[in-house]
């Protein structure tokens, strides 16, 4: 049975991957800050599917907090086959000059720093399994950049980098890295960005059909379910009706 561990699974796309592998017969490490809901989510993908789940809650951002919880794996979750990170954030949209620093941090020290600790602490294991898969989960971001979002673009585009790099520095361990860079997708992405803000975050949405969760799942299970002797690198996936960061065609 293999063993997956995924990082922000609380909500979105990490939720819906979650249920996908569950299904898939994947054993599970969920991860966020939010204890109710990976106890919520840990009920459900046990009594659904009958899933091993290991829950561990804590803030990516720490690198004690995330050495604490990898370290002290119980050992039937020691071997991990596949490792998503998918923790992250958009903080705020606006222009640069307005924007500010608290919302850098916290997208820095999520979307690259958070990934980097992890997937820090993952590598080793993987290295000595001589297998693993890394699925970093980016966006059209890390490709284009779009106005009032400098530091998101620059957060996705520098994932964009760990995973190439990553890609080039493990290839000989027999580790597969891809990434996957979804466009406008319905989650609890943009009621954060705008800091609960439901309007506006409603807005972002009006007028065409975003992306789901359940488009991501499937975009994982396509990538992992490739011949040993494949990998997908890179898959960007978007919205029909969204051609790219600033063009959109709304109903
Ligand atoms: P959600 O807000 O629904 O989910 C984000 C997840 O990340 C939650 O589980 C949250 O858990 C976790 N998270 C955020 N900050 C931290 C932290 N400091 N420590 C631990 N966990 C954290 O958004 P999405 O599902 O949409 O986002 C998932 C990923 O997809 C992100 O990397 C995002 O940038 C990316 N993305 C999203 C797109 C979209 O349009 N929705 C498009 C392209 C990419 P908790 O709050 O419990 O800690
Ligand atoms: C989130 C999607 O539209 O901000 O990564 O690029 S978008």
């Known amino acids: 049975m293999k063993t997956a561990f995924i990082s922000g699974a609380t909500s979105g796309f990490g939720r819906a991957i979650a249920i996908r592998l569950a299904s898939m017969g994947f054993k599970l490490i969920i991860t966020g800050r939010r204890k109710e809901r990976l106890d919520d989510l840990t009920s459900l993908l046990k009594t659904e599917y009958s899933a091993e789940v290991l829950a561990l809650c804590f803030d990516v951002r720490s690198n004690e907090a995330c050495t604490s919880a990898i370290q002290t794996l119980p050992e039937e979750f020691q071997t991990i ?11 705020g949209a606006s222009p640069f000059d307005q924007s500010s620093l608290i919302d850098y941090d916290q997208m ?21 399994q001589k297998a693993g898969h890394i699925i970093n989960i980016s966006s059209i971001a890390g490709i284009e ?38 466009g406008m997708a319905d989650t609890e992405f943009s009621l954060v960005r705008y800091h609960g803000n439901q309007e506006m975050a409603n807005a972002v949405y009006k007028g065409l059909i975003p992306l789901s969760a359940d488009d991501i799942a499937d975009t994982v299970e396509f990538i992992i379910s490739r011949p040993a002797h494949v990998c997908i690198n890179d898959i960007q996936i978007n919205p029909a009706q969204q051609a790219n960061t600033y063009i959109s065609h709304r109903n």
């Open 81 to 91: 086959d596949l490792l998503i990170n998918n923790a992250g954030l958009a903080a």
């Open 145 to 182: 950049v779009y106005p009032n979002g400098s530091v998101y673009c620059a957060s996705k585009h520098a994932v964009n980098a760990i995973t190439k790099g990553l890609r080039l520095d493990l290839i000989k361990y027999g580790i597969k890295v891809s990434s996957i860079s979804p």
């Open 108 to 128: 820095i020290d999520t979307n690259v720093k958070g990934l980097l600790y992890i997937t820090k602490l993952i590598v080793p294991k993987m290295i000595e």
